[in-house]
Every structure is written in structure tokens, then in C-alpha cells.
């Protein structure tokens, strides 16, 4: 480790999902490894968006958000889950969900508090901790079904725990975390003077049970903090807008770090975000959510005839496939390989996990993709495994 370069940076690498898409490019594979999608954003969102930037609306936005974006976004916790917040005390709009969870950490975490992570988990949320001082302490959810153990939970709670970071639906293992697991979060927050930081980005995509917001059970709205955005609502992970909704104390400090981080996400692709909120009715996230659904089913089919051991996701966009039965490789390598001779890209399981065994016969496959290219992947993976 360079001796010029912060302690802060030596603990975490850079993005392995990032990397595979490196890889995928260099290999012309099919990339099922980041997950973005590629198929177009909603015509109304990419007209409001031309249609903002010729109006000029091409200079800084409110530090915190437009105010017809985090009135939207109010309108619609209101709509989707009856919960009131104040888009003038309660709301930050940033730089995609990614910078809303460092945000949130540097704001709510002070050097040498404990952050508990559940595994599998999205790799952000170790080196957001790291880079805010504190320790992760991660709580392994066990393959196939990871479910919540509410004792393990209490357990990896100590006097230094200052929040717990919960993903629902979740990346990469699919789970939509069901009411009985949401309480079981509730109460051992209440209890130990926990915060919550929930990481809802994948919301409106559930197949099975339903989302579940943290900040509705008793006694969390005051010590939540969600996360969340349109990055993958509206298929615009490249605009970069993501949101967080916390009470007005923690709001204050959140917007401190967001104003010093970034000043602001980009003032054009607020007003049309803002838009996309007002104007896409029920039918828009109904259509969504069923689009997913046959995308899964495809991806899922196709995993299966290959040889891989696999279930159905819940929820998110994600499948994680066990090729135990396919490679005696380690997850790395077989990844590589994969994108190399079969023209298929995922991303290693261990990214997801802090014991690398722990992941080292598990490979993470994105199926936001249109129809037509998972049928091509399918076709790629039963022939070369054939
Ligand atoms: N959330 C997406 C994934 O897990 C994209 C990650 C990213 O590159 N920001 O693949």
C-alpha cells in the first residue's frame, strides 16, 4: 500500500461490479454483471429532461433538491406508503443513491462506532463505513433462503452499534424481507437506540410479498433514514439522482455533508425526474414490476438448463446462481472465464460477502436487460454448458 495515500483508502478495493463491466467490454460478452439497463428510459422522463435543458434550466439547483422534485417525492411516500414528510425539512436529493448512503454515513457516524451490515450485501456499504471511521460488522444471512435470524441480529449489537443498514428488496440475493423480519429490525432498533439506514432503491421491484418501509413500523420513522431514488424506477441509472428522507435533526447535518461533497445533482435531470413522479400513474410501476417478472423467468430458465442451482428472486433485478455443478474454479476466475470463452458476464460472488469462501461458488447475474438479449445469454450459457 502507497505510503502517499490515506489509511482510510487501504481497507476496501475498488468496485468489482465496475470491473466486470471493464471485463465484459474488453471480451464483446453479453454484460449481466452491473446492473443497468439497456433498454430505453421512459419517453416522457428523456422529453422533460431535453425540454429542461432548453430551457435553461442548466445552472445550480437548490443544494438539497428543486423543490418541485422533493415535493414529488413527498407526494408519493404519501401515496405508495401513507407516510407524511416535509420536503422543506425532511428530504436531500443527491448525487444517486450512492452518495446518499456516504452522505448519510459521514453525517451519522463517528469514528470508532459499529455499523451492521447484513451479508450478502452491496458493496458499497463497507467502504462507506471505513471512509466515515467506523467498523462494519457484518451478520451473514445463510444460503439458500438468507433469512433474518432476529437472535443473530441482537447478537452482532453492541454498545458501539450506531446504525444497522438494511437493503430491501435486496442486492444481490433477491430477498424481499417479509413483515415478521421487518419487525424483528423495529424492535431491536427501538430497543438498543439503534438507527436504521435502509437502502430502498429497488422499491417498486417485487415479484413476491411487498416492500415492507422500515420507517412505517412504531417507533422508526424518528430513527430511520432511507435511501433510495430513480435510478432504477425510471431505467436512468446515468442521471445520478438519489434521495434520502430522514427527521429534521439528522436532515441537517445529511445536507451539510451533501452541500460539501457535490453542491448538487444535476438541475435539468431534477425537473424531469420531478415530472416522471407527477405524471407515471399506477400502470407505469404495475407494467414495471410485470416486465421484471418475465425478465426473471427468462434468466432464471436459462440459469437452470445451463446447470447452475439457482432460486427465484423476491424482488430487485439480480440472481445468484451457485455453479458448484459447472467448474471447480473459484468465483473469480470462473467469472472471468465465463466472459471470456462463453460470452456471458456476471459478477463474482464474493464482492458480496467479507469471508471471500464465503462466496466462492457463487456467481451474481443482472437481468435488467431487454428480453432478446437474455435469450441470447440463455442461448450462450445451454450451449457452452450443453
Ligand atoms: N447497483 C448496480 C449493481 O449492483 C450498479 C452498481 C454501480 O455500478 N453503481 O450492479
Redesign the pocket.
Given at each position: 500500500m502507497s505510503q502517499r495515500t490515506a489509511v482510510r483508502t487501504h481497507s476496501f478495493t475498488e468496485?468489482v461490479?465496475?470491473e466486470m463491466?471493464r471485463v465484459a467490454r474488453e471480451h464483446e460478452a453479453i454484460n449481466l454483471?452491473?446492473?443497468?439497463p439497456d433498454f430505453p428510459a421512459p419517453q416522457l422522463l428523456k422529453d422533460a429532461a431535453c425540454r429542461a435543458i432548453q430551457d435553461d434550466v442548466n445552472q445550480y439547483a437548490t443544494t438539497w433538491g428543486t423543490d418541485s422534485l422533493r415535493g414529488a417525492v413527498a407526494d408519493q411516500y404519501a401515496r405508495w406508503y401513507g407516510m407524511e414528510v416535509d420536503p422543506e425539512r425532511e428530504i436531500t436529493v443527491t448525487c444517486?443513491?450512492?452518495e446518499a448512503m456516504a452522505a448519510v454515513m459521514l453525517a451519522t457516524v463517528n469514528p470508532g462506532d459499529e455499523v451492521v451490515v447484513l451479508e450478502p450485501f452491496?458493496?458499497?456499504y463497507g467502504p462507506d463505513a471505513a471512509l466515515s471511521g467506523a467498523r462494519p460488522v457484518f451478520l451473514p444471512l445463510s444460503a439458500p433462503g438468507f433469512r433474518l435470524d432476529p437472535d443473530r441480529l441482537k447478537a452482532a449489537v453492541t454498545e458501539k452499534t450506531r446504525a444497522v443498514v438494511i437493503n430491501t428488496p435486496n442486492?444481490?440475493s433477491g430477498r424481499v424481507l417479509d413483515r415478521e423480519e421487518t419487525q424483528a429490525v423495529a424492535d431491536l432498533c427501538v430497543e438498543r437506540d439503534v438507527l436504521a439506514v435502509t437502502d430502498e432503491?429497488y422499491e417498486h421491484i417485487v415479484y413476491d410479498g411487498e416492500h415492507l418501509p422500515l420507517a412505517r413500523m412504531p417507533g422508526m420513522r424518528d430513527r430511520t433514514i432511507v435511501v433510495s431514488g430513480l435510478?432504477?424506477t425510471f431505467s436512468v441509472?446515468g442521471w445520478r439522482i438519489g434521495t434520502i428522507v430522514a427527521p429534521p435533526d439528522l436532515t441537517s447535518a445529511i445536507r451539510k455533508v451533501h452541500d460539501f461533497l457535490t453542491v448538487g445533482a444535476p438541475a435539468p435531470l431534477q425537473k424531469a425526474c420531478a415530472e416522471g413522479l407527477c405524471k407515471l400513474g399506477d400502470d407505469y410501476y404495475r407494467e414495471m414490476a410485470a416486465d421484471y417478472r418475465s425478465r426473471r423467468d427468462i434468466l432464471h430458465a436459462g440459469l437452470r438448463e445451463a446447470g447452475f442451482d439457482c432460486g427465484k428472486p423476491e424482488g430487485a433485478y439480480?440472481i445468484m446462481a451457485d455453479f458448484s455443478r459447472l467448474s471447480s474454479l473459484d468465483d473469480t476466475a470462473f467469472s472471468k472465464f465465463l466472459a471470456r470463452e462463453c460470452g456471458v458476464a456476471p459478477?463474482p460472488g464474493s464482492s458480496f460477502f467479507s469471508r471471500p469462501q464465503d462466496g466462492a461458488r457463487l456467481v451474481?447475474f443482472?437481468f435488467c436487460k431487454q428480453r432478446s438479449t437474455l435469450d441470447q445469454a440463455a442461448g450462450k450459457l445451454s450451449r457452452f454448458f450443453g
Open positions: 468496485s461490479i465496475r463491466t454483471a452491473q446492473g443497468f444517486g443513491a450512492t452491496y458493496e458499497n442486492n444481490p432503491i435510478s432504477k441509472t439480480y459478477v451474481r443482472a
